[in-house]
């Protein structure tokens, strides 16, 4: 059984920074990409970063330069590394397993984790 479990969202001032975890079980994620997505209150799901199987990231808009994605597939894991965190950044994450990028499109893939909230003070 494939599972998801992030970590390392909390309360924080804007400026700092967070380090968020993506662990996964029940399946090896290294042939995969892995993704982090946020949504807001009252606003829908988006895409902040994948990476690749190949380690090839890609991040969306106003995340550039502030988050960086990585993974160790040793340990089976996908990390969110956010600096200079602005009020904006305000919502929860959520890790996601085999998102694929076709035609101009981004699409997540089956697996999810239960996600981390984030919430940036001003």
């Known amino acids: 059984q494939v599972q998801l479990v992030e970590s390392g969202g909390g309360l924080v001032q804007a400026g700092g920074s967070l380090r968020l975890s993506c662990a996964a079980s029940?399946?090896?994620?290294?042939?995969?990409?892995v993704a982090w997505y946020r949504q807001a209150p009252g606003l829908e799901r988006e895409l902040v970063a994948e990476?690749?199987?190949?380690?090839?990231?890609y991040y969306t808009g106003s995340m550039k330069g502030r988050f960086t994605i990585s993974r160790d597939n040793a340990k089976n894991t996908v990390f969110l590394q956010m600096n200079n965190l602005k009020p904006e950044d305000t919502a929860v994450y959520y890790c996601?397993?085999?998102?694929?990028?076709?035609?101009?499109?981004?699409?997540?893939?089956?697996?999810w984790g239960q996600g981390t909230q984030v919430t940036v003070s001003s």
């Open positions: 996601n397993l085999g998102t694929t990028y076709y035609s101009g499109t981004w699409s997540p893939g089956t697996y």
């Open positions: 029940g399946v090896t994620i290294s042939r995969y990409g």
């Open positions: 990476i690749s199987g190949g380690g090839i990231a």
